[in-house]
């Protein structure tokens, strides 16, 4: 962004903007999700993802910049809920743990391999191409999901998946584990400081 004579706080606010729009996207769409199914949703997402990377690689004034990132946030907060409510709709709960396991690893993957590509193209074509290829990434991932994506086995005929284990209900009291969730939260932030500035501190050095 030396072109127009952006900074490390600039930068940031735009990056505040999109994790902050995240954030309040989980709480909405994750109830929208229950009522539109993950097919309409996640490729509702991924489409419109698409379109504001696309929009951000013609941006080049910042309060633009902000909106549109803001934007792509919140759109980018209608993939994981619905989705982890379609994996539920299709496996059974014996293996539920196993699938949200892989589905899990898929966001680490994928963050790597981006982090790849990004480096790739940045070596050798203008910063804009780090948003234009993901537009078309997103765009076909949109096509896929909403072609071969259906939200539960009885949508297409097969039988519903019976619910496992459901007894008599008991009382029990659960230890708090407060205190281990916030080790894990503050964990979580540092590790998205280092994911999002590492290489800018980095080419510095």
């Known amino acids: 962004m030396d072109e127009y ?6 930068m940031g606010l735009i990056l505040t903007a999109l994790f902050g729009a995240y954030a309040f996207g989980q709480f909405v769409n994750g109830q929208l999700g229950d009522k539109f199914g993950g097919r309409i949703m996640v490729s ?25 990132w803001a934007l792509n946030g919140y759109v980018q907060s209608m993939g994981w809920a619905p989705t982890v409510k379609t994996v539920a709709n ?11 396991g892989i589905l899990g690893s898929s966001y680490q993957i994928g963050n790597a391999l981006s982090w790849l590509l990004a480096g790739l193209l940045a070596t050798y074509l203008d910063w804009r191409w780090l948003f234009y290829v993901p537009t078309i990434i997103l765009a076909a991932a949109a096509v ?3 072609v071969r994506g259906r939200n539960a086995p009885e949508v297409v005929g097969l039988p519903s998946l019976e619910e496992e284990g459901q007894g008599e209900m008991r009382e029990e009291t659960l230890p708090d584990h407060h205190l281990g969730f916030a080790y894990t939260q503050i964990a979580v932030c540092f590790q998205l400081f280092n994911l999002t ?5 980095k080419v510095e050095d």
């Open 44 to 68: 509702l997402g991924l489409i419109l993802s698409a379109v504001f990377n696309l929009l951000f690689g013609f941006s080049s004034i910042f309060t633009a910049m902000v909106v549109i």
């Open 90 to 100: 299709w496996f059974p709960r014996r293996i539920r743990g196993r699938i949200g």
């Open 5 to 10: 004579g952006y900074d490390k706080t600039t």
């Open 197 to 201: 500035w590492i290489l800018s501190i």
């Open 144 to 146: 896929h999901w909403y």
